[in-house]
């Protein structure tokens, strides 16, 4: 065994360059068109025929609705952390002001259901982003603090002045007229949210973006406002997660102050780590193992928080870049043993 | 052509904390000009440099540019007005390859109105304006060079990035923090036809330089700073004869004295 060893080596060829380097040899035979539509294929396939395997099993059909959440949080977490290069923990925030606007829309001025959620959509990213505007010069961990604040403050002020329904929540928003809607409408928002952000990240506004990132000083001297960009970039993210907010109140016809747990900031985190940061379907997967997995650990309490920071532990420690960014690279590689 | 000055520095003065980093200094850029800061290491020249761009906001005093008082203005305004600036310490975003890293100025509203140099940007996409671009200051089209990460390449290529980003936005006055800074003999010799070729284009510099033999070949004017003042203004070959600049470099003649 030994002299095999010394006798050979392993051999890597990246059979992906042929097909990442120009669009042009993709489309020159089927093979390679398949090469590179079938992972592409099966995520969006998968994600399409899911309610349909899970109609067995209703309550995993709830559970595809929160995944889906998840989803959308942990791509804004992703897009902002890794292309805008703002370390956002205010996804409880995001999913809470879009179910408070969905929820007092319907409420209040008896809006239905499917203009409560565009309209929550974008009045909630506005509103969102004109709240982290003052923030936005910070940088690092120093935004991530003043943006985890934010969820925290949100429920607090609703609490003391008693607004929006106080502690109780708004009860009563209309639901879903039936559970196929709920989950196409999130599984198509999370493939277009896929689809749009990887566009654009590499269109020049993209560019522009990574730009701020990597040294926000050159940027400036280029004669760009980076402050316009930032906001740019959290209406996008938070009109993700002021989306799955909006959805999320009309599923349990309620919007309260949960909606701005600390889960909602932290689960995407965790999501995007173990699916691998800037890949933007990464988090999706992560989503997609974390959730679950959560849900089937419901039964041991508070134990359950114990396992996950272990699972989180070991993916930190031993697969830091992430499932999405190791499995690509496994992917594009061929990696065979040659004699020497 | 008006008379007045591309850029007027009138008494500005910036204190951190306890410390002036610059007390009233006054400089004047006319249009074509080539002006050289050269000063001892912690006399301010970053400091004015950041002063005028915009990056530190001036205590006291004012800046003029092109009619414009551009006094605490933020940086991107100022650069949106024509006047950019290269940093020190390289800046170029490392992700990217080298073409791509001009992307971002010709982004910008300005290179938007402009063209970017030469108007290019007006007629072509910007992929090749930026190409067009970093070929005319130096990378060779034909090579995998432009096509490089900026964080492969090696420092003469770097310092060339961080002028032709400042060229994307077709600049009227261009402030160079130590463009020779850290470049090889031959690398230098090949950069000092290329600051010259921007002055025939109608750009004006300001060159902030510890390489005072290449300065001094470029530009008709210098200034010299000490301790965050201005202690001698003039044509190159006369300053460095005066008293004031041989002791801001070398200590004075008493100071000397005592050590011998």
Redesign the interface.
């Known amino acids: 065994m030994a002299v095999d060893q010394k006798d050979r080596r392993k051999e890597r060829i990246d059979r992906g360059i042929k097909v990442r380097s120009d669009g042009v040899y993709a489309i020159s035979s089927w093979l390679e068109i398949s090469y590179l539509v079938a992972p592409r294929l099966l995520f969006i396939v998968g994600l399409l025929a899911a309610p349909i395997l899970l109609l067995p099993v209703p309550y995993w059909q709830k559970v595809l609705s929160i995944i889906c959440i998840y989803s959308l949080l942990a791509i804004s977490f992703d897009f902002l952390a890794n292309y805008v290069g703002l370390v956002s923990l205010g996804g409880g925030f995001y999913i809470g002001v879009g179910a408070y606007v969905a929820a007092l829309l319907n409420m209040k001025f008896n809006i239905p259901i499917f203009v409560t959620i565009p309209v929550a959509t974008v009045v909630g990213a506005a509103i969102c982003t004109v709240v982290f505007l003052p923030c936005l010069p910070l940088r690092g961990v120093y935004f991530a603090i003043v943006s985890l604040m934010f969820p925290l403050l949100a429920a607090r002020v609703i609490e003391a002045l008693d607004i929006f329904g106080g502690t109780d929540g708004i009860v009563g928003v209309d639901g879903f007229s039936s559970t196929w809607i709920e989950q196409y409408l999130l599984i198509i928002a999370v493939l277009a949210a896929v689809f749009f952000l990887r566009r654009m990240i590499t269109e ?2 993209g ?2 973006f ?2 701020v990132k ?2 926000d ?10 402050t316009k960009y930032k906001a740019l970039g959290i209406f996008i993210a938070s009109s993700l997660g002021c989306f799955g907010g909006a959805v999320l109140s009309h599923i349990y016809m309620w919007a309260g102050l949960s909606q701005f747990a600390l889960d909602f900031s932290i689960i995407p985190i965790a999501a995007t780590v173990i699916g691998g940061g800037g890949t933007l379907i990464g988090p999706v997967i992560g989503c997609l193992i974390l959730v679950p997995v959560s849900e089937l650990l419901r039964d041991f309490g508070t134990l359950r928080i114990a396992v996950y920071a272990i699972v989180l532990t070991l993916f930190i420690v031993y697969k830091s870049e992430g499932i999405m960014v190791y499995a690509s690279r496994k992917y594009e590689q061929f990696e065979r043993w040659v004699s020497i | 052509m008006s008379d007045q000055p591309l850029l007027t520095v009138d008494n500005i003065s910036k204190t951190f904390g306890g410390v002036a980093a610059l007390s009233m200094v006054s400089l004047e850029v006319n249009r074509g000009d080539i002006v050289g800061i050269i000063g001892p290491n912690g006399s301010g020249k970053t400091t004015l440099v950041n002063s005028i ?1 915009g ?1 530190v906001k001036p205590d006291r005093g004012k800046v003029i540019f092109n009619g414009h008082d551009i006094t605490g203005w ?4 100022i ?2 007005k024509g006047l ?2 290269t ?1 020190q310490v390289m ?6 390859p080298a073409f ?1 890293n001009l ?3 010709l ?5 938007k109105r402009t063209g970017g140099w030469r108007g290019g940007g007006k007629m072509g996409s ?1 992929d090749t304006v930026a190409l067009d671009i970093l070929e005319e200051i130096g990378f060779e089209r034909d090579s995998y060079v432009p096509y490089k990460m900026a964080s492969s390449l090696p420092t003469g290529y770097l310092k060339r990035l961080e002028l032709a ?2 060229l ?2 077709r600049p009227e006055l261009i402030i160079c923090d130590e463009v020779f800074s850290g470049l090889s003999m031959s690398e230098m010799a090949s950069m000092l036809p290329l600051i010259e070729k921007l002055q025939m284009e109608g750009i004006s510099l300001i060159m902030v330089e510890h390489r005072l033999r290449e300065l001094f070949r470029l530009s008709n004017r210098v200034i010299v700073l000490n301790f965050g003042c201005k202690i001698a203004e003039g044509v190159s070959s006369e300053v460095m004869e005066l008293k004031e600049v041989k002791e801001a470099y070398f200590g004075s003649e008493e100071e000397v004295l005592e050590y011998v």
């Open positions: 020049d506004v560019l522009v990574s730009g990597d040294n000083q050159a940027v400036k001297a280029s004669g760009i406002n980076i | 761009s990056f933020d940086p991107h305004k650069a949106d950019t600036r940093f800046r170029p975003y490392y992700s990217l791509k992307i971002i100025p982004f910008s509203p300005r290179a910007r980003r400042c994307a936005l």
